[in-house]
């Protein structure tokens, strides 16, 4: 990733937003479904045990009368990485409190199940039947540790342009909410709060998300093994992306003087912007695609992201060669990799670099006269990846290639795989390097 101040990044900011009253005829009624209802709502507390103190806060709900408790993964995330500094407890409407054991999670959906020591005395069910688009859906929980909520909104189905999928909920979910029920008006789960765009944008996980989730852990004999859950979970999503991008059609755009990759899915859009001023003699061309969401694994670590970036770089043929290729180094010295990372879930980068050379289709350009035309494209090019400590048959991969063969015309590839095989990795390089065209 290159750090550009004109990047538009699709990044969700987890549950922070404003907040939306109703009339009151609604009001009444939304009153009642919270009297119904709160004694299966919770604060889900991250306690750090040499302080004794909250180092995090979210919201759960009870979903059956053994006391099984509901939230998001990363309310509870730091608790499955250190579970020797962390514990778990919750905090009824009515004010009592409890330890919770972590029993199963789903980190692609965001999800974790939990038990309560000691049940409460009331539950919710998830509904079996999905809400209609304009209907009106209810969530709650414990937004800014203000108390339970109440917040109506509408149902717009399931949000385009990911790789996960997430309910759009035209309504304000707060920091504290996440992992609270969003309910029907027969008080029935719908969806799990998760996070928000802001401006009544926010989004919720499917509720057949839980129910699969709460079957997996039904079905288990023994105690999970969260990191093996969790390896085994990031393997097969790696997969389903890697498939999905693979089988589709690439499309092509141009830039400069060279096709390169355009939107591949709709969970990979692709913006693009031009610098050019009176003050710098070389022109940018800039376009990036990214996917527009993460896998959660802890505060500084997520995966399962792919993106790609190209930059066409021009001068005038009165530059001299040298300016321009210290221009060409000064503007592409700033890549990293587009996923965090921290040194205990990752090894350092190993890289391999070479030369390589790529034949153009034989098409004439302006700055390329035809006699010229067949000669091949040269490109110093980076491949470099890092393993997952904790899941060793994954990696993020990370390649560039900048061409070195024109003096005042330039292409830089670039593109980042976080938490993939070698394997994968492979497959999308051979793909991503064939479909670059230069004339």
């Known amino acids: 990733m290159l750090n550009l101040p004109v990047r538009l990044l699709g990044v969700l900011l987890y549950c922070f937003c404003s907040f939306a009253f109703s009339s009151p005829a609604s009001a009444q009624s939304y ?21 004794n103190s909250k180092a995090g806060l979210g919201s759960g709900f009870q979903i059956s009368p053994d006391g099984l408790i509901a939230t998001n993964y990363h309310v509870v995330a730091e608790a499955v990485r250190a579970p020797d500094k962390y514990q778990l407890e919750y905090l009824s409407v009515d004010g009592t409190k409890g330890k919770l054991t972590l029993l199963d999670i789903d980190v692609i959906n965001d999800l974790a199940l939990l038990q309560q020591d000691k049940p409460g005395p ?11 688009k304009g209907e009106t859906i209810i969530s709650l929980g414990n937004p800014l540790d203000l108390g339970m909520t109440l917040i109506p909104g509408t149902y717009n189905g399931i949000a385009s342009g990911s790789f996960y999928d997430r309910i759009h909920f035209a309504g304000s979910i707060n920091p504290g909410m996440s992992g609270g029920p969003a309910i029907n008006t027969r008080g ?11 401006n009544q944008v926010s989004f919720l996980v499917p509720v057949e998300k839980l129910a699969a989730l709460l079957k997996h852990f039904r079905t288990q004999n023994n105690k999970l093994d969260l990191k093996q859950v969790t390896y085994q979970q990031l393997l097969a999503n790696q997969r389903r992306i890697i498939d999905a991008v693979l089988k589709a059609e690439w499309s092509k755009r141009s830039l400069g003087e060279a096709k390169v990759v355009g939107e591949i899915v709709p969970a990979i859009q692709c913006w693009g ?3 050019e001023d009176d ?8 376009k990036g695609c990214t996917g527009q969401d993460v896998v959660f694994l802890a505060d500084d670590f997520n995966t399962g992201r792919v993106e790609y970036e190209f930059f066409w770089l021009e001068a005038d043929d009165k530059l001299l060669p040298s300016r321009f290729y210290a221009e060409y ?17 990752v090894t350092n980068f190993r890289c391999k670099q070479a030369f390589t050379s790529q034949a153009r289709d034989g098409e004439a350009s302006p700055s390329k006269p035809a006699h010229n035309k067949m000669e091949p494209t040269i490109a110093r090019t980076s491949y470099c990846v890092r393993r997952y400590k904790d899941f ?12 070195v063969d024109q003096k005042n015309r330039a292409l830089v590839s670039h593109f980042t795989l976080s938490g993939f095989t070698r394997e994968s990795a492979a497959a999308f390089t051979e793909k991503f390097t064939s479909e670059i065209q230069w004339h």
């Open 329 to 345: 180094e000064a503007q592409m010295s700033s890549f990293y990799p587009g996923n965090s990372a921290g040194e205990d879930d």
């Open 188 to 198: 029935r789960v719908v969806g799990i709060n998760v996070a928000t765009a802001g």
């Open 122 to 132: 009331d539950h919710l069910l998830l509904a079996e039947d999905t809400p209609k």
């Open 31 to 51: 009153e009642k479904l919270y009297s119904d209802y709160r004694d299966s709502l919770y604060q889900i507390r991250l306690i750090e045990k040499s302080s």
């Open 279 to 286: 003050d710098n003699p070389v022109k940018r061309i800039d």
């Open 392 to 403: 060793p048959d994954l990696y993020d991969i990370f390649f560039l290639s900048l061409s």
């Open 273 to 275: 912007n031009t610098l």
